[in-house]
């Protein structure tokens, strides 16, 4: 009865195999297909072979070759990207082991690397997988003044090495009064940018000596502030009032590196400066808690930077509490609710999100040549009553 059942099995595993390989051919059809590289197509078809876009377009002009497996969805979207997370670092037990996010020891460490600590087996991993998330920004949190390195994955894979996309992308910084409690932090606005300050004239120094000809000795922390200010690295800055923006502003203008505000809850009030200043904004969650600095939060935010010009993307943020991250598909249909828009929301979940992150070129549209992220959905993705049917990663059917 054992061997039995034993090789009843066998089939069921030559099944789940064929799912599980990138050499997979694929025909994704779709009442309605948002490629995010043009107008939505009614009847559209994706053609995926070996991991990546062969062929997009309405059925009626893509021939499916009869050897596609094929499979039918409601709407068709390219994957989803979460543009900000600590997922994969921060664990969904929320017990001291699994919480890597953040290091107390010190204010600023921005020797510390995501790729070192990211766990790709983690369970809020494969949670924001089966929602239709592909890609995450994802590293260290916000709470120090430096806090570490960020990095962007893809949400498969069983190693770190399997999921990496850009193994080293931002450095996160805190401004405000958004530092943890747990960190010996500086007393006042005006002290956090002192430091700031002097880190990065260290920096300078350090930088024209390993450029030059002048022997040094390597520090991790001023290697990855040299990278900062050579814009090998951007600085992910969390701030959320008006006025530590605008502080945000000048350091960036003072030293010249790259920069991305995160969370901005004050943006609206300084679209102006901002739009003038050209920095994009990763917004904060809609359905962030309003109390601190962020207290003047509103649903709005992504609509009205949105409409100013301003180029956004959507984030998970960060969670104090189980199960330490949002979903960007619902800050969407927040967002989208409150002045976005359906389409200008799938814009912003996608190609603008890819943009923003510097990885349009694989991710972001369903165009021939990018990556096969492909997500299938049952009516309406940002209705909460709509459900993913399908996601594939690569060519690979992983829902």
Do not use: W
Request: net charge negative; glycine share 10%.
């Amino acid at each position: 009865m054992r061997l039995f059942r034993k090789l009843l099995l066998i089939p069921a595993l030559l099944l789940v195999f064929s799912f599980n390989t990138a050499e997979a051919q694929i025909a994704v059809k779709g009442e309605t297909v948002y490629t995010m590289a043009g107008d939505p197509i009614p009847n559209g078809v994706v053609l995926i072979k070996d991991g990546k876009i062969e062929r997009v377009g309405s059925a009626s002009s893509v021939n499916i070759p009869s050897s596609y497996e094929v499979h039918e969805a409601k709407v068709v979207t390219p994957g989803l990207i979460d543009a900000h997370s600590v997922v994969g670092l921060a664990g969904h037990l929320n017990q001291d082991h699994d919480q890597d996010q953040l290091e107390t020891s010190s204010a600023i460490q921005p020797e510390l690397r995501a790729i070192d600590a990211y766990n790709a087996r983690e369970a809020l991993v494969g949670h924001l997988r089966e929602l239709g998330i592909t890609t995450v920004h994802t590293g260290h949190g916000p709470g120090a003044l430096i806090s570490g390195q960020t990095m962007i994955v893809k949400t498969v894979g069983e190693t770190v090495e399997e999921s990496t996309i850009v193994p080293a992308k931002m450095l996160a910084f805190t401004l405000g009064n958004n530092m943890s409690r747990e960190i010996s932090k500086p007393g006042t606005r005006s002290k956090g940018i002192a430091m700031l300050r002097q880190e990065f004239i260290k920096a300078k120094d350090y930088l024209e000596k390993r450029n030059g000809d002048e022997d040094y000795s390597m520090d991790l922390g001023l290697e990855a502030l040299a990278d900062l200010l050579e814009g090998k690295l951007t600085a992910l800055v969390t701030v959320h009032k008006a006025n530590d923006i605008m502080t945000a502003v000048r350091l960036q203008e003072e030293f010249g590196f790259p920069m991305v505000l995160d969370g901005a809850a004050e943006a609206y009030l300084i679209i102006d400066e901002l739009k003038e200043a050209g920095h994009p904004v990763i917004v904060h969650p809609t359905m962030i808690r309003t109390y601190g600095d962020s207290k003047n939060a509103t649903f709005e935010t992504a609509a009205k930077l949105y409409e100013a010009g301003i180029p956004i993307a959507f984030q998970s943020g960060y969670e104090g509490y189980v199960p330490k991250t949002r979903v960007v598909l619902f800050e969407a249909g927040v967002a989208a609710a409150n002045g976005l828009g359906m389409e200008n929301a799938l814009k912003v979940l996608t190609i603008d999100a890819a943009e923003l992150l510097g990885i349009d070129n694989r991710v972001g549209s369903l165009e021939a040549g990018k990556d096969a992220d492909v997500v299938m959905f049952d009516g309406d993705p940002l209705e909460y009553i709509t459900n993913v049917t399908g996601v594939i990663i690569d060519g690979v059917k992983v829902k």
